[in-house]
């Protein structure tokens, strides 16, 4: 990892998941050689008394100045519209926003940024689990459906658009079920994992894999997701399936599961180990 000296890495965000990506960075980064360079938070004011004054970055045009290798996004898929583009002009880019990719405009621009700058774009599986077997069934042809359901308390959601107005009707309430493409726009922070799926499954995509979000009254500590997937029917009409169920402790209200921190820690790690090849890959 460290060949060339420490990766220098920037965080972009500093909610609960950037603040933990900062902790660690800096308690853990060292002896794995990883350099914090810079920190930026749309509100400066949250940085203050936590990130030295040296890392917090004013402005996120000037993060060139830095010279990083990688920077993490973990903000809100704005941030990959508007900017994505721009810092891979600089650096390897890591999504933890995906669901900003279901923008196909925005999709084009970062791979055309990435063959031109020669930096890749790294996106987190963040809670989709199974990612790898996804892919590779997907990769041989198998995969004929797949289906992200993510249920959690109705005050886990950031909801906008249409369904900021949905209401529950009962302890258990579909808000939405359709293509992932569709429920993106309308909940940015909540389809990341879905987000994930249809990135893992390029032949289905985000118009193929079929998101659902349901609003669930008993589940006020934890995200549940659950994956469904099925193959193409063999000679004798019988399919291959896999149901997996992950339920993720999370605070109440919380937007981000606890195990989901662990795993994106674990995504930046893989980053800075895989070669830096133009592009959009899961890790």
């Known amino acids: 990892m460290a060949d060339k000296g420490p990766w220098r890495v920037g965080v972009v965000g500093y909610g609960r998941l950037g603040q933990s990506l900062v902790s660690r960075l800096l308690a853990q980064g ?10 930026w938070n749309r509100d400066p004011g949250r940085m203050a008394g936590s990130v030295p004054p040296s890392l917090q970055l004013q402005k996120l045009a000037a993060l060139g100045e830095r010279h990083p290798d990688l920077v993490v996004e973990v903000a809100h898929p704005k941030i990959i519209h508007e900017s994505g583009a721009q810092i891979l002009r600089h650096a390897n880019l890591l999504v933890g926003s995906p669901s900003a990719l279901s923008d196909q405009t925005t999709e084009r621009q970062l791979l055309e940024a990435s063959q031109h700058w020669n930096h ?3 996106v987190a599986r963040g809670a989709l689990w199974g990612t790898e077997d996804i892919t590779r069934l997907d990769a041989a042809g198998g995969l004929r459906s797949l289906r992200v359901t993510m249920a959690t308390h109705p005050d886990g959601f950031r909801l906008e658009g249409p369904l900021a107005a949905a209401h529950s009707t009962g302890p258990r309430t579909v808000l939405y079920e359709g293509p992932v493409r569709g429920l993106c726009p309308f909940a940015p922070r909540n389809s990341n994992t ?3 799926a ?3 499954a390029p032949s289905l995509g985000f118009d193929g894999v079929t998101g659902v979000l349901v609003a669930d009254l008993s589940l006020t500590d934890m995200h549940v ?3 469904e997937l099925s193959g193409h029917p063999g000679p004798r009409g019988r399919s291959f399936a896999v149901h997996t169920h992950r339920e993720n402790p999370a605070e109440p209200g919380a937007v981000t599961g606890s195990a989901t921190v662990t795993a994106f820690w674990r995504s930046l790690l893989a980053c800075c180990e895989l070669p830096s090849r133009p592009g959009i890959h899961l890790c």
């Open 30 to 39: 060292p002896e794995l050689g990883l350099e914090l360079v810079f920190v």
């Open 120 to 122: 890749a774009v790294f």
């Open 194 to 196: 879905m987000a994930a």
């Open 198 to 200: 249809a990135l893992a």
């Open 225 to 227: 997701v659950d994956v």
